[in-house]
Nanobody, 121 residues
């Protein structure tokens, strides 16, 4: 099985920083696109940022200039550096990865369990 394990969430003051990590493990042949999503109470899950296998990045307008997504392919890990955090960033953050395994001919998307980020004012 493939697992995505997230870490790094917590409670911070507005203006502070957090770094989220998501490590994939299991029978992984390759990791393609990876991304971070978030879901605030009463809202739909939305894309925060994603990164392709060659390093191209995409960000939601609300986080541009504040968040940075990166990946370490050797560690099968994607990161989200969050700076200048605002109360409206409060949400559960989910990691997503498009993965090719040894047992599946194509790729499929996997989700992490989610990690809570709370920004106080």
């Amino acid at each position: 099985q493939v697992q995505l394990v997230e870490s790094g969430g917590g409670l911070v003051q507005a203006g502070g920083s957090l770094r989220l990590s998501c490590a994939a493990s299991g029978s992984i042949f390759s990791l393609n696109a990876m991304g971070w999503y978030r879901q605030a109470p009463g809202k739909q899950r939305e894309l925060v940022a994603d990164i392709t296998s060659d390093g191209s990045t995409n960000y939601a307008d609300s986080v541009k200039g504040r968040f940075t997504i990166s990946r370490d392919n050797a560690k099968n890990t994607v990161y989200l550096q969050m700076n200048s955090l605002k109360p409206e960033d409060t949400a559960v953050y989910y990691c997503n990865a498009e993965i090719r395994t040894y047992s599946v001919s194509g790729t499929r998307h996997y989700w992490g369990q989610g990690t809570q980020v709370t920004v106080s004012s």
